[in-house]
Nanobody, 125 residues
Framework: VQLQASGGGLVQAGGSLRLSCAASGRTFSSYGLGWFRQAPGKEREFVATFGWNDGTTWYADPVKGRFTISRGNAKNTVYLQMNSLKPDDTAVYYC???????????????????WGPGTQVTVSS
C-alpha cells in the first residue's frame, strides 16, 4: 500500500486546513486509516482514525471538536478537516494504514504498518 498525504501549509491561528490521504497499490477488504503528527522534539502522536468499511472514527482529546476525519470524494481518499487551528497543532502530519477492522481502535503508531511521507502544518500565532 502506498500512501500520499497532502494539503499542509502555513495558516494563522484560528484558521483551517484540509489534509488528504490517498491510498494506492494493494487493497484490503477492510482497513483502518490513521492520522498521526510529530512536532519537533516530540514523539509521534495519534490524531484520528477512520474505518474505511464501517466509517467508525476516533479522535485524540486535543483535537476533538476541531478536527474531522472523513471519506474523500476521490477513490481511496480520506480527509482530515482541521478547524480552529492552534500553534500547538504545528507538526508534520502523517497518514497510516492497517489491514482489518477499525475496531478496536488502534492509537499507537506501531500498530500501523503502512505509512506515507508527511505533510508540514504550521500554525502561526
Amino acid at each position: 500500500v502506498q500512501l500520499q498525504a497532502s494539503g499542509g501549509g502555513l495558516v494563522q491561528a484560528g484558521g483551517s486546513l484540509r489534509l488528504s490521504c490517498a491510498a494506492s497499490g494493494r487493497t484490503f477488504s477492510s482497513y483502518g486509516l490513521g492520522w498521526f503528527r510529530q512536532a519537533p522534539g516530540k514523539e509521534r502522536e495519534f490524531v484520528a482514525t477512520f474505518g474505511w468499511n464501517d466509517g467508525t472514527t476516533w479522535y485524540a482529546d486535543p483535537v476533538k471538536g476541531r478536527f474531522t476525519i472523513s471519506r474523500g470524494n476521490a477513490k481511496n481518499t480520506v480527509y482530515l478537516q482541521m478547524n480552529s487551528l492552534k500553534p500547538d497543532d504545528t507538526a508534520v502530519y502523517y497518514c497510516a494504514a492497517r489491514e482489518g477492522s477499525n475496531l478496536p481502535y488502534r492509537l499507537q503508531a506501531n500498530q500501523y504498518p503502512y505509512w506515507g511521507p508527511g505533510t508540514q502544518v504550521t500554525v502561526s500565532s
